[in-house]
T-cell receptor, first 109, second 114 residues
Framework: DAKTTQPTSMDCAEGRAANLPCNHS???????VYWYRQIHSQGPQYIIH???NNETNEMASLIITEDRKSSTLILPHATLRDTAVYYC??????????FGTGTRLTVIP | GAVVSQHPSRVICKSGTSVKIECRSL??????MFWYRQFPKQSLMLMAT?????????EQGVEKDKFLINHASLTLSTLTVTSAHPEDSSFYIC??????????FGPGTRLTVL
């Protein structure tokens, strides 16, 4: 699976959009980009995934660049409950999830 | 979304005892379940992949005789930490795989070995 690189931490003001970047420059054609988040002392929560098209669901939007070397997870209106560690993972359907260090997002009142 | 439960949520035991953790998929059947371990301030580390009716596949460095995994049905997998020691104290999390290869995670079990 391709290695992903994320900033260690980010802050976002409550009510504003949170844009979390992820680099996956070595991603292969059959690897999806998955996003999970982990709120303190809880199990990870699936957010969204995509292959090459932008995706949107009730939680977030995923923007994948045309060359697929990077992506951005967008939480449109961040709330205090969105404070968590966000993991960007590139994997094929058959492979396991590998959790890197993720981005610690802190939503500030 | 799919719901995965774990029991117990936290357990404290004496060194040398065995502890069993249950992972259940509540509203779906999961042919594959996964067990992860997370030490404080670290990321999740995959321990093993559990397929219903067959032996679990363990990641490198994980002792299969110490961490016994049983996946007896499509809704239940168990992890038994045998002869637990303080260094086994950790947050143990299971997940179950559903369609589109999404994994849904349980709430985790915090194990403290005294």
């Amino acid at each position: 699976d391709a290695k992903t690189t994320q900033p260690t931490s980010m802050d976002c003001a409550e009510g504003r959009a949170a844009n979390l970047p992820c680099n996956h420059s070595t991603i292969s054609g059959n690897e999806y980009v998955y996003w999970y988040r982990q709120i303190h002392s809880q199990g990870p929560q699936y957010i969204i995934h995509g292959l090459k098209n932008n995706e949107t669901n009730e939680m977030a939007s995923l923007i994948i660049t045309e060359d697929r070397k990077s992506s951005t997870l967008i939480l449109p209106h961040a709330t205090l409950r969105d404070t968590a560690v966000y993991y960007c993972i590139a994997k094929t359907g058959a492979n396991n999830l590998f959790f890197g260090t993720g981005t610690r997002l802190t939503v500030i009142p | 979304g799919a719901v995965v439960s774990q029991h117990p949520s936290r357990v404290i035991c004496k060194s040398g005892t065995s502890v069993k953790i249950e992972c259940r998929s509540l509203d779906f059947q999961a042919t594959t379940m996964f067990w992860y371990r997370q030490f404080p301030k670290q990321s999740l580390m995959l321990m093993a992949t559990s397929n219903e009716g067959s032996k679990a596949t363990y990641e490198q460095g994980v002792e299969k005789d110490k961490f016994l995994i049983n996946h007896a049905s499509l809704t239940l997998s168990t992890l038994t930490v045998t002869s637990a020691h303080p260094e086994d104290s950790s947050f143990y999390i299971c997940s179950a795989e559903v369609i589109y290869n999404e994994q849904f995670f349980g709430p985790g079990t915090r194990l403290t070995v005294l």
